[in-house]
Structures are given as C-alpha cells and as structure tokens.
T-cell receptor, first 116, second 116 residues
Framework: DAMVIQNPRYQVTQFGKPVTLSCSQTLNHNVMYWYQQKSSQAPKLLFHYYDKDFNNEADTPDNFQSRRPNTSFCFLDIRSPGLGDAAMYLCATSRGLSGRGYNEQFFGPGTRLTVL | AQTVTQSQPEMSVQEAETVTLSCTYDTSESDYYLFWYKQPPSRQMILVIR??????QNATENRFSVNFQKAAKSFSLKISDSQLGDAAMYFCASPNYGGSQGNLIFGKGTKLSVKP
C-alpha cells in the first residue's frame, strides 16, 4: 500500500546531541511537510518542501533543519536538541499545496522524540 | 488571520450512542475546505471527512457526518453509533489560505473517550 513511513517511531537522544528523523513516501507527492506536535496540542508546521523548494515557517528555530535528497525521502535534523524539543514529529505529504484547491495531506505515524 | 477553534478539550460517549464535536473557524476566503482528522493513540492521523464551503449539502462518510453552517462559521462533527475504535483525538482543520506554506491549521483537538 502506498503510504508515508517514519523512522524511527521512538527516538531518545541526549541534550545537545544531534538527531535525524526520517520520512519516506511511496505516494510520489510533490509536497512534504514536517509538523511538531507537543503533548495535548495541535500539530504546528515547521517547514515544507515543494519538490526541491524549501519553505521555512518564520518562527521555526534555526536548530531545526531539513533535507530532501529526492522525491521519496525527507529528513528532519535537530542540531542541538533541548528539553523543549521533546515532542511528536509528524511528516505529511500532499500532491500540491493545501492552500491551492483540495490537496489531501497524508500523515505518517510520527516519531516521538525524548530528550534526556 | 485564519483560525480554527475547538472548545471541547474532552468528550465522552457511550458505545452505540451519538456524539457531536464542535468547531468554529474564521476565514476571509469565499471558497475553502474544512476537514476533520482523527488521531488514535500512537497511530497516524487520518482524514475522517471533508467539506467544501460552496457545497451546501453536509458531507457524510458512513457513521460520520458534519453540520456545516457557513454563515455561523461552524463545522461540527457527528459520530453516530459510536464504537470503541472511535476513541481518539479529533482535530478540526483548514488549509492555510493566508500563507504560502499550504499547510493545515489545526484546532487544539478534542479527546474522545468511548465507554463500553
């Protein structure tokens, strides 16, 4: 089945130790999003790629970076995780931008990041 | 600014009964989409139902239906014949038409419990 896959499902890191979260998709969608979801809160957009074009939210900390080496894969790099970065990180994809007509977003299962 | 508001942090329903989750929104767009997403514990977020604003008929998907009141900017979700598997966080969402990101703007969510 076509899907959005995130690895690992659970990630534990130490304060300040870089960590990379992975997302892959078999839907061949143009857009890939990274959302941060803290406990009992709504998902908050960090950034997205439209093909190779990277778009950062204005309030996304510099500590968060992303790479998209090809259509299928997208990575979230947290250069120096702090305790406040502990959260669920959701990857989503869509054929086009959701603000331009109807383009459903498909979500992965998320990676739960713990920072010790 | 575009907003999505869910005023019920938690709801509870007896199995086989009906429950309605509330959502209000604000937008300056004349045509737009609205969505309800379901996020079960430790599982991925999935689209439950969508509504396009220009369609006056309320959307229905099996046991899920919406009460869309455009003038009141209200978009509630009705779950009929509730099942134990309906227990989850439910997010009301709208595409971010005001920005360039094409992301979804989510409400804070409603945690639904289903009692056997």
């Amino acid at each position: 089945d076509a899907m959005v896959i995130q690895n690992p499902r659970y990630q534990v890191t130490q304060f300040g130790k870089p960590v990379t979260l992975s997302c892959s998709q078999t839907l061949n969608h143009n857009v890939m999003y990274w959302y941060q979801q803290k406990s009992s809160q709504a998902p908050k957009l960090l950034f997205h790629y439209y093909d190779k074009d990277f778009n950062n939210e204005a309030d996304t900390p510099d500590n968060f970076q992303s790479r998209r080496p090809n259509t299928s894969f997208c990575f979230l790099d947290i250069r120096s995780p702090g305790l406040g970065d502990a959260a669920m990180y959701l990857c989503a994809t869509s054929r086009g931008l959701s603000g331009r007509g109807y383009n459903e977003q498909f979500f992965g299962p998320g990676t739960r990041l713990t920072v010790l | 600014a575009q907003t999505v508001t869910q005023s019920q942090p938690e709801m509870s329903v007896q199995e086989a009964e009906t429950v309605t989750l509330s959502c209000t929104y604000d937008t300056s767009e004349s045509d737009y989409y609205l969505f309800w997403y379901k996020q079960p514990p430790s599982r991925q977020m999935i689209l439950v139902i969508r509504q396009e604003a220009y369609k006056q008929q309320n959307a229905t998907e099996n046991r899920f239906s919406v009460n869309f009141q455009k003038a009141a900017k209200s978009f509630s979700l009705k779950i009929s014949d509730s099942q134990l598997g309906d227990a989850a966080m439910y997010f009301c969402a709208s595409p971010n038409y005001g920005g360039s990101q094409g992301n979804l703007i989510f409400g804070k969510g409603t945690k639904l419990s289903v009692k056997p």
